[in-house]
């Protein structure tokens, strides 16, 4: 796997088998390669790109600065349609049924790899029913507490949520999301108690922990930033294996006592099984090279985020094994939605 991050925050995917030159070189020549008369007809009409969550949050806003670049790439208006509902399942499930001429695809969020473990039954399966075309990015979560929560560190927040069994309450943006897994990962790796508190996005419940209703959260780092910084939260730890550029001093939860711990919130692009292969190598070729840009990746970097590039090839392998990744920590979670 080739991830696209800045020297001073390399997001460690457990793709390890993917890394190095080899897939550079096989990356660089899928790119390179000659398109057929289907890639160089394609597109003759605009191109849909499904959006499986309410507008206005994280994917929202990255997918509408991606279709931005694509449409200027493409020479062809490329647009957004927000289709939530079902922990992201109703989009995808459009998806997976529209046809697969190029003019349909999805931004795939690894919330959608974590329903597949989540839901008992779901109407489609992502490897078999959704072709791989490009990886975006990776954003890791913040731990942080309300400063009523007499606590400064990992270690005294597990003391504390011992000594007071199911005493302190934790925020997510929906059951399933990455968040609810987070603290569920991070609930169990420690051993304690908490008691979930699942609301109907990242807004109301950055608002009720800043009110105090709410005791911690595992929260995209653009959603509280700005409020740590300001002294109205605390933050006690990133999930992923690297600091946080934003915030270098807030240590990992694996340097904070939990080892081994990471879990990193990702999207890509995909489109319905079956996409021509020099559509699809077509539009990595754009993608990835948006992702590589300079402006683009210190955007991301100051949402917390990082860019990542591969192959179509490479991005289904990563997809095949972050499924297998996400379900061992639903697994271990003991999460379930049905």
Not at 23 to 46: E, G, Y
Request: charged share 15%.
């Amino acid at each position: 796997m080739l991830t696209d991050c800045s020297s001073s925050c390399r997001l460690r995917l457990r793709v390890a088998s993917l890394l190095g030159s080899a897939a550079l070189a096989a990356a660089s020549a899928s790119w390179a390669q000659p398109q057929t008369s289907t890639a160089n007809a394609w597109p003759v009409r605009p191109v849909r790109v499904v959006v499986p969550f309410p507008p206005g949050g994280p994917a929202d806003i990255l997918a509408r600065t991606v279709t931005s670049r694509l449409a200027d790439a493409l020479g062809q208006q490329v647009f957004t349609e927000n289709r939530g509902g079902g922990n992201g399942n109703i989009g995808t499930e459009l998806v997976v049924h529209a046809s697969a001429d190029g003019y349909t695809l999805l931004l795939l969020p690894s919330a959608v790899i974590a329903n597949q473990t989540l839901y008992a039954r779901l109407p489609f399966n992502v490897q078999r029913d959704l072709a791989p075309v490009s990886p975006i990015a990776a954003f890791p979560l913040m731990l942080v507490t309300h400063p009523s929560v007499p606590v400064t560190t990992v270690s005294e927040l597990i003391a504390l949520a011992r000594s007071r069994p199911g005493a302190l309450n934790y925020g997510s943006a929906g059951s399933g999301g990455g968040a609810h897994l987070a603290a569920e990962s991070f609930r169990v790796a420690a051993g304690i108690q908490l008691v979930h508190i699942p609301y109907k996005g990242t807004g109301p419940a950055v608002l009720d922990l800043l009110g105090g209703q709410v005791s911690l959260m595992f929260a995209s780092i653009p959603s509280v930033i700005q409020q740590v910084r300001a002294g109205k939260l605390r933050a006690l730890a990133v999930t992923s294996t690297q600091r946080s550029a934003v915030a270098p001093s807030v240590p990992t939860l694996a340097e904070a006592g939990i080892p081994g711990y990471e879990l990193v919130s990702w999207f890509g692009v995909v489109a319905p099984a079956g996409l021509p292969a020099e559509i699809a190598r077509r539009l990595n070729g754009e993608i990835s090279r948006i992702v590589r840009n300079a402006e683009f990746r210190e955007q991301l970097q100051a949402e917390g985020g990082e860019a990542l590039a591969l192959s179509v090839d490479g991005f289904g392998e990563f997809i095949r094994t972050e499924s297998l990744r996400w379900a061992r920590v639903v697994r271990d979670a003991g999460a379930r939605l049905d």
